[in-house]
């Protein structure tokens, strides 16, 4: 069963283009984690959304408890506005 992952998050103003870079520079690496199978970055001013597909919610896991995953938000983190919020749901065919 496929899985789908939105993780909203708001930044700070003068975080935004920090967090572009942080994003640019890892997004290929997550793509090409083992079990993704699609990743994409949505926004409106302040508030971006990642859309990402996981071949089955172990490979979502695996990526959660990866230090891709660590590093990643130990970087975008201290760049928020708010507190991220996320969902994690079954693709229904």
Do not use: G
């Given at each position: 069963m496929?899985?789908?992952?939105?993780?909203?998050?708001?930044?700070?103003?003068?975080t935004v283009t920090e967090f572009r870079k942080i994003f640019d520079e890892r997004k290929e690496?997550?793509?090409?984690?083992p079990g993704c199978s699609h990743v994409e970055l949505l926004n409106e001013r302040t508030?971006?959304?990642?859309?990402?597909?996981?071949?089955?919610?172990?490979?979502?896991?695996?990526?959660?408890?990866?230090?891709l995953f660590q590093i990643t938000w130990a970087l975008v983190k201290p760049l928020f506005?708010?507190?991220a919020e996320a969902w994690s749901l079954e693709k229904e065919f």
């Open positions: 496929q899985m789908i992952r939105i993780v909203k998050m708001t930044f700070r103003e003068d690496l997550i793509k090409n984690f508030v971006f959304f990642t859309y990402s597909i996981w071949n089955s919610p172990q490979d979502l896991e695996n990526y959660r408890n990866s230090e506005a708010a507190k």
